[in-house]
């Protein structure tokens, strides 16, 4: 006979929710259009509003609960341009199934545009329930919501490492793109991007580990540091041809868990190039503990160049043979 599930606990694993949410500004970055992490965050921002309608809000949960709500996994697709005035319609579906000790949700994003119902992205995304040890919950758990509780998030990737790490620098060094023995291990001869960044709070949430928005951020970062690192400046590309990056499909996992203030060595690989239209990257995400690398996180993203053919007027470009070779060309680390 199966368990009685609190009655939010079923509306949360069974009944879809439609939320009506605006994009940040901060996200409007070029012309009147927001990127790919701002719809990354509003489809973060839908599941949290499916918990809420529930009646399983995020702060209740670790309040009286003792469990952190954390989005381990997002993978999502775009679509259509989603622009900075626009209020999507966000509809999440449960796709919790048998047996998944992680919560699994779909979310679609919508907008109107000239009286129709039009489909800008779609995204899965997996949260885990996080017990902290450093509270004392108040009661437990709404009955049927525990099989999604873990001690820790993922057991990440552990990797013997031979370079021996350098002290971290002093917070005038800038950004931690120099020479680094431990970049230099990971990415070898492989056509990739090395930093080295010292995590802050304000990426982090619960006093204790990096959030997935943080992980966000971390990949828009990496990306603007490896085109500027291969002589594609954005700022240069887009004054000197009109060309912006525009991303299509993006995903990132949480492995193990990042804590505040930990140096985070992040290796970003060229994984392929497709017609000279689109290159995916790979974003692979270390710390050093106990003389080990354990690996945290791991993502892709894939880019193309929009060309701005008109005043806010866009359209996809194929990628010249100068931009291939830069992408395509790996750039020796130096250790």
């Known amino acids: 006979m199966a368990p009685t599930l609190d009655p939010a606990v079923t509306a949360l694993?069974?009944?879809?929710?439609?939320?009506?949410?605006?994009?940040?500004?901060?996200?409007?970055?070029?012309?009147?259009?927001?990127?790919?992490?701002?719809?990354?965050?509003?489809?973060?921002?839908?599941?949290?509003?499916?918990?809420?309608?529930?009646?399983?809000?995020?702060?209740?949960?670790?309040?009286?609960?003792?469990?952190?709500?954390?989005?381990?996994?997002?993978?999502?697709?775009?679509?259509?341009?989603?622009?900075?005035?626009?209020?999507?319609?966000?509809?999440?579906?449960?796709?919790?199934?048998?047996?998944?000790?992680?919560?699994?949700?779909?979310?679609?994003?919508?907008?109107?545009?000239?009286?129709?119902?039009?489909?800008?992205?779609?995204s899965t995304v997996k949260v885990v329930l996080r017990v902290d040890d450093h509270i004392r919950a108040e009661e437990p758990a709404p009955a049927g919501l525990e099989r999604f509780a873990a001690a820790r998030l993922g057991t990440g990737e552990r990797l013997e490492l031979a370079a021996e790490p350098l002290p971290y620098g002093e917070f005038t060094a800038g950004r931690g793109t120099g020479t680094d023995p431990v970049l230099a291990e990971l990415i070898g001869e492989s056509n990739a991007f090395g930093w080295r960044w010292r995590m802050p709070y304000f990426y982090c949430h619960f006093n204790d580990r990096v959030q997935m928005s943080g992980f966000l951020r971390l990949m828009e970062e990496v990306e603007d540091l490896f085109l500027a690192d291969r002589g594609l400046a954005i700022k240069e590309v887009l004054d000197g041809r009109g060309w912006i990056p525009v991303?299509?499909?993006?995903?990132?996992?949480?492995?193990?868990?990042?804590?505040?203030?930990?140096?985070?060595?992040?290796?970003?690989?060229?994984?392929?190039?497709?017609?000279?239209?689109?290159?995916?990257?790979?974003?692979d995400c270390?710390?050093?503990?106990?003389?080990?690398?354990?690996?945290?996180?791991?993502?892709?993203?894939?880019?193309?160049?929009?060309?701005?053919?008109?005043?806010?007027?866009?359209?996809?470009?194929?990628?010249?043979?100068?931009?291939?070779?830069?992408?395509?060309?790996?750039?020796?680390?130096?250790?």
């Open 13 to 122: 694993l069974e009944t879809p929710t439609t939320a009506h949410l605006r994009p940040l500004f901060e996200g409007n970055n070029i012309s009147f259009a927001i990127g790919f992490k701002h719809i990354n965050y509003l489809a973060e921002r839908a599941v949290l509003e499916h918990f809420r309608t529930a009646g399983l809000p995020a702060g209740e949960l670790y309040r009286r609960h003792g469990l952190g709500f954390d989005v381990v996994d997002i993978h999502s697709r775009l679509g259509a341009l989603l622009a900075v005035d626009d209020e999507a319609e966000a509809v999440v579906t449960p796709a919790v199934k048998d047996g998944d000790d992680q919560l699994r949700f779909k979310v679609e994003l919508f907008v109107q545009r000239d009286g129709d119902r039009l489909k800008c992205a779609g």
């Open 286 to 335: 270390y710390v050093v503990r106990d003389g080990e690398l354990v690996k945290t996180a791991t993502g892709t993203i894939t880019h193309g160049y929009l060309h701005e053919t008109a005043p806010n007027q866009w359209e996809m470009v194929s990628m010249d043979e100068a931009t291939v070779d830069a992408l395509s060309t790996p750039r020796k680390v130096e250790s």
């Open 247 to 283: 991303v299509t499909r993006s995903r990132i996992q949480l492995l193990d868990e990042t804590v505040m203030e930990e140096e985070l060595y992040t290796v970003y690989t060229v994984e392929s190039i497709f017609k000279s239209l689109l290159y995916t990257n790979r974003m």
